[in-house]
């Protein structure tokens, strides 16, 4: 089954623990992306990889780290955790970069920094 | 001001009733204007796509697309509670946008 999957599902944290979120996906797709969830902002980037070893910040990148290692996988990285960045968050791809490509979500994580 | 308006809700309806949905936007450049579909503890997935002004229909469906307005909308005949979700606009011209998402409800 296509699938984008993200883990864990759900994360309670305390400031300035360094957490890991990963992504993977099955579909061989080159672009990748991280988004952020909030009530009344909607969808916000976080970072996306056009390919693998390219990544670029989106509209929110403060406080977040991502890699692209290999294709299949993109996770996003909290160095230092801040109440701030409490949200759900989602991993996307899509066959190209295209901003007019369809795109597969993660589940979600759905995360709590205290 | 943001670059996609959409009315978070909740919009709550009967079951058979038509559904309106819509987004309203500032930049003229978007080209590609879509609906996706975001059920609780989910992710969004794509509904509607389309690129030129006017309507498009799948199903229960239909999208349509006003560019001089800069205004877009989302219709759902014959709601069913399974409709019950969040609709996300997101607009593209090179960089997409999302609106913040509309909750609908559908009452049985």
């Known amino acids: 089954e296509a699938q984008v999957t993200q883990n864990p599902r759900y994360l309670i944290t305390v400031t300035g623990k360094k957490l890991t979120v990963t992504c993977s996906q099955n579909?061989?797709?080159?672009?990748m992306s991280w988004y952020r969830q909030d009530p009344g902002l909607g969808l916000r980037q976080i970072y996306y990889?056009?390919?693998?070893?390219?990544?670029d910040k989106g509209d929110v990148p403060e406080g977040y780290k991502v890699s692209r290692k290999e294709k299949r996988n993109f996770p996003l990285i909290l160095e230092s955790p801040s109440p701030n960045q409490t949200s759900l968050y989602f991993c996307?791809?899509?066959?190209?970069?295209?901003?007019?490509?369809?795109?597969?979500f993660g589940s979600g994580t759905q995360l709590s920094v205290l | 001001q943001k670059e996609v308006e959409q009315d978070p809700g909740p919009l709550s309806v009967p079951e058979g009733a038509i559904v309106s949905l819509n987004c309203t936007y500032s930049?003229?450049?978007?080209?590609?204007f879509m609906w996706y579909r975001q059920y609780s503890r989910k992710g969004p997935e794509l509904l509607m796509y389309?690129?030129?002004?006017g309507n498009k229909e799948d199903g229960r469906f239909t999208a349509q697309v006003d560019k001089s307005s800069k205004y877009i909308s989302l219709f759902i005949r014959d709601s069913q509670p399974s409709d019950s979700a969040t609709y996300l606009c997101?607009?593209?011209?090179?960089?997409?946008?999302f609106g913040a998402g509309t909750q609908v409800v559908v009452t049985p």
């Open positions: 996307a791809s899509s066959l190209s970069s295209g901003t007019n490509e369809k795109l597969f």
């Open positions: 579909m061989n797709h080159e672009y």
């Open positions: 990889s056009m390919n693998v070893e390219v990544t």
């Open positions: 930049n003229s450049a978007f080209q590609y």
């Open positions: 389309t690129y030129s002004s």
């Open positions: 997101a607009l593209s011209w090179g960089k997409l946008q």
